[in-house]
């Protein structure tokens, strides 16, 4: 694979089309990954605030509590995604800033498309209730489809 600092620089359209293939492997890595932390916790996810998820994904509590034990499996999710990605794109060849602002990216697609999911799931909650009187929470009724 090529290292990130040259996936950029292609001039024809061959060298194009297979950096876009990187880069759409890459994206699906991180959709495979916030579809899997969804659907391992959707529950906790749909009843915490979604700091929690934030805190989770960089690693960081922002309040003196304990990490709960959906942000542990977010972060048992999340960090192995992020040392794949950086492994595919070869970021050891980059500085120290480099790699960080990669790293942030990632981190914040990877918050983005969870939060998406978490919302999009809570704006379809309504029309599950009239549908399925008893339990809203059904994790048959999740249905993750799409990129977000």
């Given at each position: 694979?090529?290292?990130?600092?040259?996936?950029?620089?292609?001039?024809?359209?061959?060298?194009?089309?297979?950096?876009?293939?990187?880069?759409?492997?890459?994206i699906k890595q991180v959709d495979e990954a916030a579809k899997k932390v969804f659907t391992s916790n959707a529950?906790?996810?749909?009843?915490?605030?979604?700091?929690?998820?934030?805190?989770?994904?960089?690693?960081?509590?922002?309040?003196?509590?304990?990490?709960?034990?959906?942000?542990?499996?977010?972060?048992?999710?999340?960090?192995?995604?992020?040392?794949?990605?950086?492994?595919?794109?070869?970021?050891?060849?980059?500085?120290?800033?480099?790699?960080?602002?990669?790293?942030?990216?990632?981190?914040?697609?990877?918050?983005?498309?969870?939060?998406?999911?978490?919302?999009?799931?809570?704006?379809?909650?309504?029309?599950?209730?009239?549908?399925?009187?008893?339990?809203?929470?059904?994790?048959?009724?999740?249905?993750?489809?799409?990129?977000?």
């Amino acid at each position: 694979m090529k290292p990130l600092s040259k996936l950029f620089k292609s001039r024809n359209t061959e060298d194009t089309t297979h950096d876009m293939r990187i880069i759409n492997g890459l994206i699906k890595q991180v959709d495979e990954a916030a579809k899997k932390v969804f659907t391992s916790n959707a529950i906790e996810l749909l009843n915490e605030p979604i700091a929690n998820v934030i805190e989770a994904v960089w690693g960081v509590q922002t309040d003196k509590s304990q990490t709960t034990s959906a942000q542990r499996r977010i972060d048992s999710i999340i960090r192995p995604m992020i040392g794949k990605i950086n492994d595919d794109i070869e970021t050891e060849n980059l500085t120290g800033a480099k790699n960080c602002i990669i790293d942030a990216l990632i981190k914040r697609l990877a918050i983005w498309e969870i939060l998406f999911t978490i919302q999009s799931y809570k704006l379809d909650l309504p029309d599950l209730e009239q549908s399925k009187s008893t339990d809203i929470y059904n994790l048959v009724d999740i249905k993750v489809a799409g990129n977000a």
